[in-house]
């Protein structure tokens, strides 16, 4: 059985929800800490893509970083090569699929911090930004890894976007979900069922380990 | 020296009503109490010099540097304003050690100065042999202390204390009014500090102001305000006084004299000038200045005799309740003896009648 598929969207997985984790930390702050014009726009634009139907982001998508546009050219002017249809694609994809979510999970997750550890940090000089990490960060580290591995199962799932943007290329674009749509597709309903298994007991495993690190020690039984 | 004209105003909104702070005031070194009610401003006033609210109008001048000014539109950010500030509660990261608590604030000293300062500071406020432990590890005066050392690691140009000793127990009180007495003689620094306690008000405060409704009723010392309360409302608020709507009957310059006749009742009052006969005025009388005794047979001249209503004891003192509202303080032993008494002949003093 070819597990290339899963192999490859565990990485797609992991790298997407590294970079996502440091879009979404950087864009929570702001829309918690700061107070600039268009801040609200902001908001919205990042919960467009929750609400967007999956065909519609990787449309835009395509348009974004497709072989005709700007980044695309750009791209293959430095690599050589397209960025649409490969593996960095599929990541690409996936950061569009979680970051939203991941952005506001931490924005709920900053702005439950007691509102007088930051008036007392700023009232000790604290910059902004050793306040976030100093202070800010440790006090929801809890909700954060949470939030984290939740992005990382939405990572692992997403099918629209991906094959929108990266194709189903086996062995170098196709992630699991493609598989499994593949598998049913060519009628290989063995594959499709053990993708499926190992699929969910890694999203059980995901939201227990979510709930868990939400938990504070001591309540948990 | 602090200089802050303040103006800050908020709409009706679902969940409360319109308010509008408007102060003025000048604070030196020393401890100057901002007493009042719940809702009066006093918090608000404390943002407003930190730099956590933004002024609609005025301005705040630290030693001579602008802190805010809503004209031109100046405004440091809190953490360029050397304020200290203490909070309801310690407020210190529940994530680090008390010495990391420390260190945290001291990053904007040079390395060594650095742990030199943190050093002296711990162990000036005894909290050396405790450093390495979290806040939630150490007691809550041990807590108290850090945050004060924590605050003054920064070099502050003055302390902004927002009820500190709330929640803290008697014993615990006592030992925050020595630190802070403490940090009076070490470190001579402007500090205002917001309590609704009277005691802790008196027992801290170089001068004091009195806020009420977002406005300053009255400013001086305690015992200056407590002698002469400027208005109802400052009165009601220190809750020691009786207010008795009354109405001039005789003024008699050439004795020091006056009359008053309040609830049917003839009043001999002080001399008092700018008022005019049948003026209607509220007589401020304190509750311990009433003399009052047990009524036995005939009473002297100017006494007032009044059926006693009910009476409610603190630690120190019995309040008696008489009628038309009037409330004496005597000492409970005395009480004691004369508990059984209905009658009660009451004497004010002339020079204790004040009016408003």
């Known amino acids: ?221 | 020296m602090l200089e802050a004209r303040l103006q800050k105003r908020f709409a009706k909104t679902q969940d409360s009503s319109e308010f509008e702070l408007n102060v003025h005031f000048e604070i030196e070194v020393g401890t100057t109490v901002l007493f009042g009610p719940s809702g009066s401003g006093k918090s608000l006033t404390l943002d407003l010099i930190a730099g956590f609210a933004k002024l609609d109008a005025g301005r705040v001048l630290l030693n001579d540097r602008l802190l805010a000014d809503a004209g031109t539109g100046v405004f440091l950010a809190p953490q360029l304003r050397r304020c200290g500030y203490l909070f309801q509660r310690p407020a210190l990261f529940p994530h680090l050690t008390l010495r990391e608590n420390m260190m945290l604030a001291a990053m904007g000293l040079a390395k060594l100065e650095r742990h030199r300062k943190v050093n002296a500071l711990l162990d000036s406020f005894r909290l050396g042999d405790i450093a390495s432990r979290k806040p939630n590890e150490v007691s809550g005066g041990q807590r108290q202390r850090c945050s004060i050392a924590r605050a003054l690691v920064t070099v502050p140009a003055m302390l902004l204390l927002d009820e500190p000793s709330n929640g803290l127990d008697t014993t615990l009180k006592h030992e925050f009014y020595e630190v802070l007495a403490q940090i009076q003689a070490d470190f001579p620094l402007p500090v205002l500090l917001v309590t609704h306690d009277l005691e802790e008000a008196f027992l801290l405060a170089d001068r004091m102001l009195v806020l009420v409704d977002g406005k300053i009723a009255q400013a001086g010392t305690p015992r200056e305000i407590l002698n002469q309360p400027a208005s109802a409302p400052v009165a009601n608020l220190l809750g020691l006084f009786n207010l008795l709507p009354a109405e001039i009957k005789q003024l008699d310059p050439g004795n020091n004299k006056s009359k008053l006749k309040w609830n049917e009742t003839e009043l001999e009052g002080p001399y008092y000038p700018a008022r005019l006969l049948g003026d209607r005025v509220t007589v401020c009388v304190r509750r311990d200045e009433i003399s009052v005794s047990p009524k036995m047979g005939k009473t002297e001249k100017g006494s007032l005799v009044l059926t006693l209503e009910g009476a409610s004891e603190t630690a120190r003192t019995a309040l008696l309740h008489f009628e038309a509202g009037l409330i004496v303080e005597l000492p409970l032993e005395e009480f004691a003896e004369n508990r059984h008494h209905r009658e009660w002949a009451l004497r004010m003093p002339t020079s204790t009648l004040r009016i408003l």
């Open chain 1, 1 to 221: 059985m070819n597990f290339s598929p899963l192999t490859l969207s565990l990485e797609v997985a992991i790298t997407a929800t590294l970079i996502s984790l440091a879009i979404a930390l950087l864009i929570a702050w702001a829309l918690s800490f700061l107070e600039f014009r268009g801040k609200e726009f902001l908001d919205a634009a990042i919960t467009l893509p929750l609400v967007l139907p999956p065909t519609v982001l990787g449309y835009y998508l395509l348009i974004v970083i497709g072989r005709e546009s700007w980044i695309g050219k750009a791209w293959e002017a430095i690599t050589g090569g397209s960025l649409v249809f490969t593996p960095k694609a599929a990541v690409i994809a996936a950061i569009v699929h979680s970051a939203p979510l991941l952005t506001k999970y931490l924005r709920a997750a900053i702005e439950s911090v007691d509102p007088v550890y930051i008036k007392a940090g700023r009232s000790l000089g604290l910059p902004e930004w050793r306040l976030f990490l100093r202070v800010v960060l440790p006090l929801c580290q809890r909700a954060v890894a949470a939030s984290t591995v939740l992005a990382f199962a939405r990572s692992l799932g997403d099918f629209g976007v991906t094959i929108m943007i990266a194709g189903n290329i086996p062995g170098k674009t196709q992630t699991v979900s493609v598989a499994i749509y593949d598998a049913v597709e060519s009628g290989n309903g063995q594959l499709a069922r053990t993708l499926v298994l190992i699929v969910s007991a890694i999203g059980l495993l995901v939201v227990w380990l979510s709930n868990r690190m939400q938990t504070p020690k001591a309540l948990r039984g």
